[in-house]
């Protein structure tokens, strides 16, 4: 088996390459480092986001698993996500409009249960 370049001596081989190529060449090899270069980025900006972190995907997730559950009027997200100014340490806050609900206080404690293995804090709040 090979050597496995490493992502620097990816980048100075298309350097090299670049300096070597015509100029077509070269445009392909840069395009392709700067390709590279993006998607490194964006890896890492998801890998540092805390574990914790609301998602998109976990307020679909979430929102899904409630509406599946108890057939609600309404799922309404408020407060800093609505905002669109929460930060990786807010939590979500959901308003569960329903017709009808017997324990308020106990059909949040369900349907918050529900929410269990998405690790991120959530308010659920049942009227």
């Known amino acids: 088996m ?4 490493t992502n620097s001596e990816r980048l100075e081989a298309a350097a090299r390459d670049a300096q070597r190529g015509d100029r077509a060449t070269r445009k392909k090899v840069l395009l392709k480092a700067e390709g590279f270069a993006n998607l490194f980025t964006n890896a890492m900006s998801i890998v540092t986001q805390p574990i914790w972190a609301v998602t ?3 307020v ?3 929102v899904r698993r409630i509406v599946e559950a108890a057939r609600p009027r309404k799922v309404i997200v408020f407060g800093s996500q609505a905002r669109g100014d929460g930060g990786e340490d ?3 806050d959901l308003m569960v409009v ?6 308020q206080v106990e059909e ?3 349907l918050r249960r529900l929410l269990k293995g998405l690790i991120m ?3 659920v709040l049942v009227s």
């Open 60 to 62: 679909s997730e979430a």
């Open 108 to 110: 949040s404690v369900r």
């Open 121 to 123: 804090a959530v308010n």
């Open 56 to 58: 998109p995907e976990k």
């Open 2 to 5: 090979g050597h496995v370049l």
């Open 98 to 103: 329903m017709d009808v609900v017997g324990n």
């Open 90 to 92: 807010t939590d979500l």
